[in-house]
């Protein structure tokens, strides 16, 4: 019987594509839903506690999230997805050692900004004393956090480039349900009678005893179950070794994390700014503007979900030289998204009481919300498809083009629209939901502009350069032998066999007893 697209066996068909998508992306959405809960329950505990912890919090959380950007640039799964994709596993154990070094070098000064959180928060114009204490120590406390989540971050970009996402859906629900039963009992001193826990100055303790016990969890069970025994390299120390640390692989990493951090940094700020404008209309916009965020952040967390699910298929796709079966699997990613993203902005338009009745039992906010529910889905399905497109061109190692274009997209766009209209058409939250809808519109543009002059040729070779292993043998004096400083041009790619159906690039056995999946 003749294959077709449709059909699972078919490395290249539709079914198959999909198949490993809608696979990937449950397990990938739950465990990015356990940090979004540990966010949300710490702020419902804080609140709990007292209005005064609550701001305290929020102070702190100011800067802190201002800076904390700068060490989420997510792009050691670019250089594992292509590892393993071009048949060179072993050199995605090394790519997550290179990755563990230079994310601590750039943590330790995101530790000592957190430090400086007093002093920041003064020069900002807050003068109260109780609550720069309250914020300083909150601050400090929650530094002690960036370790764990560094080596959480890039263990779990590691494995899920592999996809091996199981066992990151378990553990986030672990730390989630961790950070709940701690918090009640130590912060508020639930179930117990007599004891009305420690308050505020526990919270931040259990936020990141929380955060090491998840990172120290998912090591053991990844060492435990070996997850990690395909692609780890061999000699050295257990596998561990600087030899594997270069100068042009050094180079090569931060050329795509330092646009990478900077994009979502700018995201942050721009969006910050936005809130600014909502809270100058009155508090009432700006209680509708913080619960709406909330359910465009669950949305969030849904479509940077699926981003990441297309991104490891395109990887591995771009690290093989899958060319055909890489552009088939954007095509399908972009087509999903938007069947997902459609069916959540008819939510928000059929139902804007009952979704605005999960954070807030205020009428007025409700009403405000079903008011302004025609702007809001559309900021809402714009912001989501755009985070889905730039999710996937960074997967591509586009990350200075995705930078500008955000840039762009923010600061040219957005921003200035959403002045524009508050000042010049009404002062109202449609205002502020049309001019976002407005600027996400037009990044949008921008980014399926560029996916679809993107030389798909030129991006698998750049894939396949990072995935050279002769790299793993030279020193930092010898980088013009190594991935990004090669000057010798790689063989032109074979073409695919019919159907893309041939073996990958390497056949080399796994270690004995790798697993699989997880």
Known sequence: ????????????????????????????????????????????????????????????DLWTSATGVLIQGRVLSIFVGNAIGAGEPKLAGEWLQLTLLVQACIAAPVMALWGLTTHVL??????????????????????TAIPPRVIYSALSQFLSAQKLVKSL????????????????????GVPWADFSGYGFSACPIVTSSVEWSQAAFLVAWTAAHGLHRTAWPLGGCCGWSMRVVTRARVFAYLRLYIPAALSIASDFWRMSLVGAFAASLSSTDLAVFTTSYRLMWISLTL????????????????????????????????????GLLTLIGAGIVLAPRLLASIFSADDTVQSAMADARYSLALATVTMNLAVVAEGTLMSTGRARTVLVVGL??????????????????????????????????????LLFMVLGTLDWDAVA?????????????????EPEQCIAGSVEPLPPLEPPAPNEQSAPPSTTKPAAGAPNVD
């Not at 109260?128 to 909150?138: F, G, I, K, M, P």
């Not at 986030?172 to 950070?179: C, E, K, T, W």
Request: contains cysteine; hydrophobic residues 50%; proline residues 2%.
């Open 1 to 60: 019987m003749q294959d077709t697209l449709l059909d699972v066996e078919r490395p290249d068909g539709v079914g198959r594509i999909m198949g490993e998508m809608l696979r990937l992306l449950p397990s990938i959405f739950i465990s990015r839903l356990g940090w979004v809960g540990m966010k949300v329950t710490d702020t419902a505990l804080l609140g709990h506690v007292s209005s005064h912890a609550l701001t305290a919090s929020a102070l702190s």
């Open 122 to 143: 003064r020069a900002f114009g807050e003068h109260d004393a109780s609550l720069l204490d309250d914020a300083s120590y909150y601050a400090l406390i929650l530094s």
């Open 169 to 188: 859906a378990f553990i986030g629900l672990f730390g989630l349900a961790l950070n709940l039963l701690l918090g009640l009992a130590l912060v508020l």
């Open 303 to 338: 479509a940077g979900s699926l981003s990441a699910a297309i991104g490891v298929l395109l990887a591995q796709h771009l690290g093989a030289g899958r060319v055909a079966t890489a552009k088939r699997t954007l095509h399908l990613g972009i087509a999903l998204a938007v």
């Open 408 to 445: 762009l997209g923010s600061w040219a766009g957005q921003v200035p629209a959403v002045a524009l209209l508050i000042n010049v058409w009404q002062r109202s939250l449609q205002a502020v939901y049309f001019g976002v809808a407005f600027g996400y519109a037009l990044l949008c543009v």
């Open 461 to 477: 070779k750049e894939a396949q350069q990072r995935a050279q292993p002769y790299c793993s043998t030279q020193t930092a004096e």
